[in-house]
């Protein structure tokens, strides 16, 4: 599909705004491209490629004519809008919750399982941003050792929570650094987000476990093994953007240090970054503004018989979400 028409949901915000960075990049150019936001946005102009683009009203229905539709939204409008696009003939690639457990569609991180690409009903949904780190080197570990259990700590930036949120951080650490705590204000999370962590990732349920934690559990299994047990900690930081994880790994296979860190390197999708001698270990900064997930601190666990502890980070808002929503797009492309 050289002459493809596509079509950008949620453009001007943080991911929409990241996946046009995205393919100006990789010079991934459609033949036509339309972007789509909110009332509040639209006649707005964006650059793209030396073009200027008239940001359209997302009311005004408007997939006529295009074969793919990248959906950066929230899930409710992904409910709405997602059907819509696909009963006009275009392909939805979903960056939401919404679609992502439902059967039929395929939750697709390209370096893990590209080939479910082959099977989407119209739609194919993008994992969630800690998910996807995740998975990328778990599909290794799996693939040859055979995961049993995974216990993963999530420390997670506020650019995952939108502009809002890295406002708010600002302006608070500028409030807490003045000593004015009294005037700090707390819209985009119930406390007070600046030098603090928040083990508060998306909504409580009855469980006890965040939605945030639940996706995780959830999506891993859809992606790797339903076989795989997982107890995650989702905790929400003042870092601006990059998602760290704290991961132990149990496998029913045993290995050595050496052997697992080889094939990690060797890996698709990532960079291992595992030198204490000379301090090297991956941090969210370090990673900002890359494609590839780092992972470090790669040592055995010495309290099980067959275990690792990995130290992972990801640019949440390009791996975690918007190149990988484009590298779904190009293997579409592909396949077309």
């Known amino acids: 599909m ?5 079509g950008i949901v949620g453009a ?11 393919l100006e990049e990789k010079e991934v150019k459609p033949k036509e491209l339309r972007l789509f936001a909110s009332s509040r946005s639209a006649g707005n102009y964006v650059d793209f490629m030396g073009d200027k683009l008239k940001i359209e009203d997302i009311k005004k229905e408007p997939f006529d004519n295009l074969d793919i539709v990248m959906f950066a939204t929230s899930s409710d409008i992904s409910r ?7 009963k006009k003939g275009a392909i939805a690639i979903d960056n939401s919750s919404y679609f992502r457990l439902h059967e039929d569609v395929p939750l697709v991180v390209p370096e893990v399982n590209v080939k479910e690409l082959e099977h989407h009903n119209g739609i194919v949904a993008n994992p969630n941003c800690s998910t996807i780190q995740l998975v990328v080197p778990l599909k290794v570990i799996d693939e040859y050792y055979s995961v049993k259990r995974v216990i993963v700590n999530t420390y997670q930036a506020v650019s995952g929570s ?62 790797i093994s339903p076989n795989i047990e997982i107890s995650p900690t989702c905790i929400r930081v003042a870092t601006l953007n990059g998602h760290g994880e704290s991961v132990n790994i149990e496998t029913n296979k045993g ?11 060797k890996a698709k999708g990532i960079t291992v970054v595992d030198d ?31 275990g690792v502890n990995l130290w992972i980070t ?21 396949k077309c």
Request: glycine share 4%.
């Open 2 to 6: 050289l002459n493809y028409k596509l």
């Open 12 to 22: 001007t915000g943080l991911v929409g705004n990241k996946i046009l960075e995205i």
């Open 80 to 86: 709405e809008l997602v059907p819509q696009a696909v």
């Open 162 to 223: 939108g502009k809002n949120a890295i406002d708010e951080l600002k302006k608070n650490s500028l409030l807490e650094l003045s000593g004015l705590r009294d005037s700090v204000k707390c819209d985009a999370y119930p406390k007070n987000i600046a030098f603090n962590c928040l083990p508060h990732v998306d909504d409580f349920t009855e469980s006890r476990y965040t939605k945030e934690e639940l996706k995780m559990i959830n999506e891993t299994k859809k992606i």
């Open 255 to 265: 290995f050595s240090r050496d052997e697992l860190t080889e094939l990690l390197s």
């Open 276 to 306: 204490p001698e000379s301090l090297s270990y991956p941090t969210p900064i370090e990673n900002d503004n890359r494609d590839e997930i780092l992972v470090g601190r790669i040592r055995k666990d010495s309290t099980i018989e067959n």
């Open 314 to 334: 990801a640019d949440n808002l390009r791996k975690g979400a918007a190149t990988n929503a484009v590298q779904i797009l190009e293997n579409l492309l592909k």
